[in-house]
């Protein structure tokens, strides 16, 4: 599972760091920061979680 | 009947169904009969505004979350379709206009210049406080005289409390600041009122802009001031306009949520006690979702306005029409949340759009969430015979206002 992030687009919502806090962080301005684009497998109900909620569509999960 | 609904009433005069609708006495908790009636049978319709024009009503719950995340979809208040719910809020978003009414890059870009204190682990660190503060409310009602307001003693202060220190308004000025937005967020006001009312707190908070340029503190006001305002990239009202929708939103929505939401947990005790008798945060968490999702108090829908054509469910909006989504039935799709008119905490609610969808999704959600954990975490542990002291039909709800609450809640122990 490869995760990618499109900050510029986020608008802070934080849900992602509530989701899935062993992938996604904020910065200072609270603006996404990936934490590990290779999440464990055992993580992938949460970060498809965080995906779907994400209000800017700033999550992607690439399959490969 | 209100005058609003009067109003709204008389200007059906054809068959579309008036906007809003109100919540029937018996079921203060759930939409509106019609408003269900249409996510059924018509989900994306039009109805009939205060002021003749006919915007698109929008119901069901994939389209509501498509449509608040499409870039054809403008929020500008300036827009001519744009639906006003009513001629005050009308003359509230031209008299003060923030991000809130704004579309990309302009959005964004003030957006950004206050959303930093409101960064999960941000707000995370103001749970002591928020904790302090709410036992300190709590501790002081118990000592007081019964039936207490729970309204006055704890729902208004906790949060006006928390975003006054955040913004750096004297709580001092609580009064005036509460009364005033009081005026702001009531249907029935006029649009001089509604004038009045934004102007005084502009000036208020331009005032409080001014002491921090002098004196500056360890607040957002301060920041906004010294960073912002000094450095030419935001003009002094323009501040005042971003300080007045932190400070009206960040207390009322709360406030609201607090009083709704505690009268509901005492309706149904099963579920209190589901939240009285765990100390696991997560419990607190998901309840606050669940109550989140079952009260969507912005009861008279997200407003927009389609910048182009959008096709949308086997129907065509056009450019400049006015779209209104109902996030209140969206959040009661039963095709998303299994038996959705079923209260129940333990559910996992996240998936609701009570704080809205898209680039303009509450700002202050992550700050509204530990007010709500840390409020209903402590209430009823700390009050376990805490009782409505009236009966429900005899509470005054806030039907004739922009997000849905209470007045007064008569509580006893």
Known sequence: MHVEVDPPKCVTSGQCVMIAPEVFDQDDEGIVRLLDAEPAPELREAVTEAAAICPAAVIRLVHE | MTEAAERGRSATADDLPAWPMMKPAGCPFD?????????????????????????????????????????????????????????????????????????????????????????????????????????????????????????????LPLPSLVISELLGVPYEDHEFFQDTNGILVNRNSSPEEVARGVDALRTFLENLIDQKLASPGSDMLTELAHQRVAAGELTRREAADLGLLLLTAGHETTANMIGLGTLLLLEHPDQLAVMRDSEDPRVAADAVEELLRYLTIPHLGRRRVAASDIEIGGELIHAGEGIILAADVANREAEVFTDPDRLDVRRDARRHVAFGYGVHQCLGQPLARVELQVVWGTLFRRVPTLALATTVDRVPFKHDALIYGIYELPVTW
């Open chain 2, 31 to 155: 939409p509106p009969q019609a408003l269900r009636a249409l996510h059924a049978g018509r989900p994306i319709s039009r109805v009939r505004l205060w002021d003749g024009s006919d915007p698109w009503l929008v119901t069901r719950y994939d389209d509501v979350r498509a449509l608040l995340g499409d870039p054809r979809v403008s929020a500008s208040s300036l827009n001519p379709g744009f639906p006003h719910t009513d001629a005050g809020f009308k003359e509230r978003f031209r008299r003060s206009l923030t991000f809130l009414n704004m579309d990309a890059p302009e959005h964004g870009r003030i957006r950004r210049m206050v959303t930093p204190p409101f960064a999960v682990k941000r707000v995370e660190a103001m749970r002591p406080n928020i904790q302090k503060l709410t036992d300190q409310l709590i501790e002081d009602m118990l000592a007081g005289p019964k039936p207490a307001d729970l309204i006055q003693e704890l729902a």
